[in-house]
């Protein structure tokens, strides 16, 4: 048989050792291509089963956003409010799952909790992914597994958790199921940018430094601890507390009791009980609205310190203006604060005028909506016009709700020197607070305003707040609560502002008590029984965390050195 010349080339080249050289590559280029053709078919499904995952299964939507690690959250001395800790979801590829109706029973045995109906629709759903409980306990964990159910697995993922339980609850807020924040400053702490970086995926845990506050861990719990006490005490329905410096406008504490703890939190953050009082809440706030009163008496200059105003009954628009103690026909300026005269506070309201007074006010931020970095706050509320009559009930708490935070702050503003600052729940230095801050009162009024808060600690109505060697002034307020339409005598909602050393003042120390009931012994349930006692009792704990050193004059100074 004859070759063709191009057959027998060929065939020659086969036989040859460059033949096989060109063979032995052949195949492994298409052993190449068959292995890419597998693994890509392999991918593909990987993806594919991904996709199904992420995407909505069953009827169960699960997030597109990938759960990252979030921020610690600090105290402003380093010491942790919040973190993240791993825990562990459970899921099911139903389509795995062999026999729906055993798998469901087996998982109640560990999460009875669970609804059965919605359980067993999931597993027998034929679905590429579903969620069945998300962040497990090591111990429901292990439990799961030791069942050896197929088709049911776990997947690591973020917790927040909060090492003082309740103490911050209201300022640090809550994350949801995806680790987002919902609320407080978790939620300010996402719409600030750090939600944005979850969402392009550059959040990551190595990349994030702590997110620092200006609360004070320590003083914090002070707080918290003597509102929780003073709820039970005096048998009231809600207590809060805050304190601020005076010159950063830094919030250094700040609770509202009842409050839950937010590593448990369940459906409580929705009950009506639990309300952020301090910022959240309004309310109007009885005699404490005399600091500004007595304040816009004097910066107006329709009084001095040393005037003497008529104290006697008087009638306007069929309303009888008379002192609930009488303590005589005309009173002293500082008098009218110390017995927390009606009379003399309307009296001095009608020489500002009406207008004035809104806005003084007004100036002071009480009327205002409060800005600061904390979501939840509440819009004071106020008559649409203000007519002379209620100009002089304002005068002394009566026809203006706000809240007990615009309350410190505008407080805060008459002592510092005649500056408002706005309230910061970050760190701000003195020079930063200079920059935002706002003139509202004259210097000479502040100085008036402090020695009539020394005065009123001293021998008025905040005797009960006085610590030895602290130095504590303010007022007290007593305000009879609102129902439908009319003043209820028997429910109060209490107060005492408080700013202490209160010849060098550096921070303003609130508390509010709600319905609070008569203690034993004591003659009535006014704020000076309870209100004034409970600054007391945070001044005298949290003096040395604020770094604040006590004073005993000469004879103290010399004990002292002795020691």
Do not use: C
Not at 79 to 94: F, I, R
Not at 147 to 160: A, K, Q, Y
Request: charged residues 20%; hydrophobic residues 40%.
């Amino acid at each position: 048989m004859k070759f063709s010349p191009a057959l027998k080339g060929n065939a020659s080249k086969r036989g040859s050792p460059a033949g096989n050289a060109h063979s032995a590559r052949s195949r492994t280029v298409l052993t190449s291509l068959l292995f890419l053709s597998v693994f890509s078919t392999i991918g593909g499904r990987l993806v594919w089963f991904g996709l199904s995952a992420q995407n909505q299964t069953d009827g169960m939507f699960v997030s597109s956003i990938p759960v990252t690690d979030r921020p610690d959250i600090v105290d402003r001395n380093g010491q942790v409010l919040a973190t993240d800790l791993k825990t562990a979801s459970l899921y099911a590829e139903p389509r795995r799952i062999v026999d729906a109706d055993e798998a469901t029973e087996a998982v109640l045995t560990v999460l009875p909790q669970l609804d059965p109906g919605t359980l067993y629709k999931k597993l027998d759903s034929k679905a590429g992914f579903a969620w069945l409980s998300r962040g497990l306990t090591p111990m429901q964990q292990q439990a799961i597994f030791n069942l050896g159910v197929p088709g049911i697995g776990f997947r690591t993922e973020r917790r927040r958790f909060y090492p003082g339980g309740a103490e911050a609850a209201h300022i640090l807020g809550l994350t949801n199921i995806d680790n987002q924040g919902i609320s407080g400053m978790e939620k300010y702490l996402d719409d600030s940018g750090f939600r944005a970086l979850q969402t392009t995926g550059l959040a990551s845990s190595d990349g994030l430094s702590a997110f620092k506050l200006s609360i004070d861990r320590n003083v914090q719990h002070v707080v918290h601890e003597e509102l929780v006490r003073a709820l039970k005490e005096y048998r009231a329905i809600a207590a809060g507390g805050v304190v601020l410096d005076v010159d950063t406008g830094e919030v250094i504490a700040m609770a509202s009791v009842p409050d839950y703890d937010l590593n448990e939190p369940g459906n409580a953050p929705l009950k009506k009980e639990n309300l952020n009082r301090m910022s959240a809440g309004t309310f109007e706030m009885g005699s404490t609205f005399k600091i500004f009163t007595t304040a816009m008496a004097l910066d107006f200059g329709v009084v001095s310190i040393n005037s003497r105003v008529d104290t006697s009954p008087f009638h306007v628009a069929g309303h009888t203006f008379k002192e609930f103690h009488n303590e005589g026909n005309s009173l002293s300026v500082p008098d009218i604060f110390k017995y927390s005269s009606n009379v003399g506070s309307a009296r001095e309201a009608d020489m500002v005028g009406v207008d004035r007074h809104q806005e003084f006010l007004t100036r002071l931020g009480l009327l205002s909506k409060m800005q600061t970095e904390l979501p939840e706050v509440a819009m004071p509320t106020q008559p649409k016009t203000w007519k002379k009559i209620n100009s002089m009930t304002i005068a002394f708490g009566h026809g203006v709700s706000t809240t007990p935070l615009n309350t410190a702050v505008a407080a805060a503003a008459l002592i510092n020197g005649g500056y408002y600052i706005p309230p910061t729940f970050l760190p701000r230095s003195e020079e930063e607070a200079k920059a935002v801050r706002r003139k509202v009162a004259e210097p000479r009024t502040s100085l008036d305003m402090r020695a009539i808060f020394k005065l009123n600690g001293e021998e008025g109505t905040g005797r009960q707040a006085d610590v030895p060697g602290y130095h504590v002034g303010g007022k007290t307020g007593t305000a009879e609560k609102v129902e439908n339409g009319r003043y209820n005598h028997n429910k109060r909602f209490n107060a005492f502002v408080g700013a202490f050393p209160i010849d060098k003042p550096r921070y303003i120390v609130m508390s509010i008590i709600d319905e609070p009931q008569v203690e034993k012994g004591k003659p009535n349930a006014q704020a000076g029984w309870n209100a004034a006692p409970m600054v007391g009792n945070m001044v005298r704990r949290a003096a040395s965390f604020l770094h604040v050193q006590p004073t005993f004059g000469e004879v103290g100074r010399d004990l002292m050195r002795g020691y």
